[in-house]
């Protein structure tokens, strides 16, 4: 079989109509065209991976003001994609690869895996005695299991240096005999988590509190089967793209200031009265109540790797697109989630059970480390939200009728219940 041949898959069904092509301007959508037909990976996730990665290199030397706020070509991403077979790590490797070929010495400021709050602090910390601190303050993160960052206890000092970070403020920890610094850190992150993955693991505290809302969601998918990989071991070999590439990054990273453009002012002001009318309301509005800052940070990435002095319309119109292809993606990716995990737990225990089953079973099936009355809380919230059913059932022997509870799903909507079965156990 011949290496040319290859298998373009087709989009599964609800899944998120791609992103705009203006999304693929300049530079950086040169480089995404040249690879895409040579790997698996999604385009997108080639593309919004190289603009963080870009960002991260370029560090501290460029910016956007707004107000007495500054943005710098820091980002947060998280792609979200099925797990082994959307090629997440695929598409990283791309990037990792290149912009090794373009600054070896930041290969060493790129870092795989996301440890605790202290530890990020300590790899961006300020000089403190003998202590000469971080050579480099810039730093690249690759997080492969997001979940585990969401659901495990390092989020707790996690979380609020992670909203330090993008905020661009100083980070520090106060836990320590000898408390840690980090002046001027410029720190990107790029996380994959599975769509069911960031379903049972958006709480409403960590969408509450602002933490999720600092990352754009980008859905993608495995897009063709390449049996033998693609063609060209080195899709930009005589393109002279890389080339390119180093010498906007090393103008970037003394850029300074950037504004709009007029005609991209315009624009702007027209994008943001919209994006200020969008609901916020419940988890997917709080999840992009930052449209305006990330789409910024976007533009501002956009123009630097253009070599521009300002960030012009088709900067901002790529940012744009880019934006609401994650906008979309988050609200399919969190679907009718109630953003309460025990929730998700007992709609996902429904729906693997092709039965109705009582209010007591499903608090078997958590080992009763629930009361009865949280348990109910978190049915009723499923109820509210239309993916959960119940009916009461007479009991035969004179006593209360049984509660039984059913998912409703797009398989189970049409499916009649059953009313012959059993109830084996206590009633809750």
Known sequence: MSASIRKVLPAPVGWPEPPAAAAYHGLVGEIVQAIAPH??????????????????????????????????????????????????????????????????????????????????????????????????????????????????????????????????????????????????????????????ELRHCSTTLSIANGFLNRFLFVPCRRMQLLAHGGEKKNPLAQTGLKDRLAEALERARCAGELCFHPDAEEHWTTSYEEMSELSTDGLTGALTARAEAHSIRLALIYALLDGASSIELDHLKAALALWDYAARGAEWALGDTTGVPLAEQLYRTLSDDPDELSRSQLRDSLNRNYPAAQVLEALESLERDGRAKRRMRKNPNGGRPAELWRAITPETAATPQRSDRPILTRVA
């Open 39 to 196: 790997t698996e990976a999604d385009p997108v996730s080639v593309l919004v991976q190289l603009l963080i990665a870009c960002g991260a290199l370029i560090g501290r030397g460029a910016w956007f003001d707004v107000e007495r706020t500054r943005h710098y070509p820091a980002e947060f991403a998280v792609l979200v994609g099925e797990s082994s077979r959307a090629r997440k790590g695929t598409s990283y490797d791309h990037i990792e690869w290149l912009l090794s070929e373009v600054d070896p010495e930041f290969a060493l400021r790129m870092e795989n895996g996301l440890s605790t709050g202290e530890g990020l602090v300590w790899a961006l910390r300020d000089r403190h005695g003998e202590d000469a601190g971080a050579p480099d303050r810039r730093l690249l993160v690759t997080e492969p299991e997001f979940a585990r960052v969401l659901q495990g206890r390092e989020i707790a000092s996690l979380s609020p240096v992670l909203r330090q970070a993008w905020d661009g403020r100083r980070l520090g920890l106060l836990t320590r005999n000898s408390p840690l610094r980090a002046t001027g850190a410029h720190f990107a992150l790029i996380g994959h988590i599975t769509a069911e």
